[in-house]
Nanobody
Framework: QVQLVESGGGSVQAGGSLRLSCAAS????????MGWFRQAPGKEREGVAG????????DYADSVKGRFTISHDNAKNTLYLQMNSLKPEDTAMYYC??????????????????WGQGTQVTVSS
């Protein structure tokens, strides 16, 4: 059973940066598809970034391309999301998710079985 624990959320002003972490345990496969999702009040959960831990391939939602970077440290079993140039519209609860590959549809939340509890990111203007 994969367990995921996020950390690193907080409150920042527009233009600031945050780095989210997601510590994973209970891996039973060598590689996983992992993703960061976010959900703002009254909105659907949306995919932000995805990564295949076996090869490092990444993909991003258009709204965060060039500002966010997803990475995975295989030695630490930890997923990261570096968020730069934050905007008020980035305000949301951020979740990490994991499941077996493939990762072609990483942005579809219902395809992931394992989820963290979420960490809040608030960006003020």
């Amino acid at each position: 059973q994969v367990q995921l624990v996020e950390s690193g959320g907080g409150s920042v002003q527009a233009g600031g940066s945050l780095r989210l972490s997601c510590a994973a345990s209970g891996y039973t496969y060598r590689s996983y598809c992992m993703g960061w999702f976010r959900q703002a009040p009254g909105k659907e959960r949306e995919g932000v970034a995805g990564i295949y831990t076996g090869g490092g391939g990444t993909d991003y939602a258009d709204s965060v391309k060039g500002r966010f970077t997803i990475s995975h440290d295989n030695a630490k079993n930890t997923l990261y999301l570096q968020m730069n140039s934050l905007k008020p519209e980035d305000t949301a609860m951020y979740y990490c998710a994991a499941d077996q590959p493939p990762c072609g549809s990483w942005y579809i939340s219902r395809l992931f079985h394992y989820w963290g509890q979420g960490t809040q990111v608030t960006v003020s203007s």
